[in-house]
């Protein structure tokens, strides 16, 4: 299930986390070429991106 993104931390490592709507969250590591998302090293790119849905497997679990 698709849900919006609603903001962004970083975990205990690090790495980036999307918030998601849901209340559930998810990894968004740049970490080619296994995950390509430039876009979460920057202020901007995750402020352009707070809105946008991205997936959420645990949703579809439930």
Not at 31 to 51: D, L, Y
Request: aromatic share 8%; hydrophobic share 25%; proline share 6%.
């Amino acid at each position: 299930m698709r849900q919006k993104i609603t903001g962004f931390h970083l975990d205990e490592e690090n790495d980036w986390v999307a918030d998601l709507e849901c209340g559930h969250t998810q990894h968004v590591r740049h970490a080619p070429p296994w995950q390509n998302r430039p876009w979460v090293i920057s202020e901007k790119g995750r402020t352009e991106h707070v809105g946008m849905p991205l997936y959420c497997k645990k949703c579809d679990r439930e």
